[in-house]
């Protein structure tokens, strides 16, 4: 954790890699405020007592990032608490089975190339979805939550995404990004039969599978601007409507 955010992670019982996003730096030295933004891993496997937590916490939406097998699969568990899918399929899965069926080599440098691909199709094929989470964060008052399976990949792209719209350094997006090493807890009920090796790649992040997001960004869109501007569909008026709601006076 860093200095300025010690209490960043959130212990749930039920749930793993839940934090609040608020602490960092954003444009003009503004904070990132605290207690509104949430992001975690799947939310399905809820205690009582971790919901009286979120109850507390006032979180009263959720948006599901989760493809529609996986919410069938492994349905949240929140009474009380509105849910809103965007869905985003976890292709990279996809991308395994075939391969194993296929008979081809499956190992980690395999694994990695496989998470890279996913990134690039993040930026290319979804930023309507991301925007759409984006202006969902703008214009609610209350604290919501946003998440997929393991909160690191879907998860981890929407939140460098809106961190990155809110004028945090990238060094610091990155810095929020690898904390999922240190807080997520493997749930063997939603893993893929494959290699060691290979899981391990599939349920961690590295740094360049984000650089490779941002290298899309950069190379194919023109920058992070053009990009929140152009795919997510955040226009001017919206990003300045979600840095109002979201940075602290300097």
């Avoid at 749930?187 to 349920?203: F, K, M, Q, S, Y």
Wanted: charged share 30%.
């Amino acid at each position: 954790m860093t200095p300025d955010r010690p209490d960043t992670a959130i212990a749930l019982h039920g749930a793993s890699n839940f934090r609040d996003l608020g602490g960092l730096a954003g444009d003009g030295g503004r904070r990132v405020r605290r207690a509104l933004v949430y992001r975690s891993d799947h939310l399905g496997r809820l205690s009582d007592e971790d919901l009286q937590r979120l109850n507390a916490l006032g979180v009263s939406h959720c948006v599901d990032l989760r493809g529609p097998a996986e919410c069938r699969a492994l349905p949240n568990r929140l009474p009380g608490i509105s849910i809103e899918h965007l869905s985003i399929d976890p292709t990279v899965l996809r991308r395994v089975r075939e391969r194993q069926k296929q008979g081809q080599a499956l190992g980690r440098a395999e694994a990695v190339a496989l998470m890279q691909e996913t990134y690039q199709d993040f930026v290319r094929l979804r930023g309507a979805v991301f925007g759409q989470l984006l202006a969902r964060i703008a214009g609610r008052e209350a604290p919501l939550v946003f998440h997929c399976t393991a909160g690191k990949d879907r998860t981890g792209m929407a939140a460098a995404l809106l961190l990155g719209a809110l004028g945090v350094h990238r060094d610091e997006v990155m810095a929020d990004y690898l904390l999922t090493n240190r807080l997520y807890r493997r749930d063997t009920r939603v893993e893929e039969p494959a290699p060691p090796e290979v899981l391990e790649v599939l349920w961690q992040v590295q740094p360049e599978f984000l650089r490779t997001a941002w290298r899309c960004i950069d190379e194919e869109f023109g920058g992070l601007d053009a990009y929140l501007a152009g795919p997510v569909g955040l226009d001017g008026a919206a990003r300045e409507r979600l840095r109002e709601r979201l940075l602290a006076e300097a």
